[in-house]
């Protein structure tokens, strides 16, 4: 099971955490990451973080602003968003990716988690 938590509603400029807690043993096993479907979207690949922690991959509309880390000890994923924009609205999903890749072309998640909204005033 994935539990995504930390959205809300914040001002253009500012910065959230999202929080992914994960169960299961083989947590530290998976290549995790983040999705987001805005509204009147579809669902779009934004982080991803291989097991253990050491490459990680965002699409170019995130990369400098959000950071993706996780915690195996804890069985956690984190994305650190700062630099808000509006656009960045959305309902965010924790995932369980098949396999790492710094290809622009995102593997379809396994698993998908409870999204968690987040809300960028302008």
């Known amino acids: 099971q994935l539990q995504a938590s930390g959205g809300g509603l914040v001002q253009a400029g500012g910065s959230l955490r999202l929080s992914c807690a994960a169960s299961?043993?083989?947590?530290?096993?998976?290549?995790m990451g983040w999705f987001r479907q805005a509204p009147g979207k579809e669902r779009e690949f934004v982080s991803s973080i291989n097991w253990s922690g050491g490459r990680t991959y965002y699409a170019d509309s995130v990369k400098g602003r959000f950071t993706i880390s996780r915690d195996n000890a804890k069985n956690t994923m984190s994305l650190q968003m700062t630099t808000l924009k509006p656009e960045d609205t959305a309902v965010y999903y924790c995932?369980?990716?098949?396999?790492?890749?710094?290809?622009?072309?995102?593997?379809?998640?396994?698993?998908w988690g409870q999204g968690t909204l987040v809300t960028v005033s302008s």
């Open positions: 299961g043993r083989t947590f530290r096993e998976q290549v």
């Open positions: 995932v369980v990716l098949p396999y790492y890749t710094n290809d622009r072309n995102q593997p379809t998640p396994k698993y």
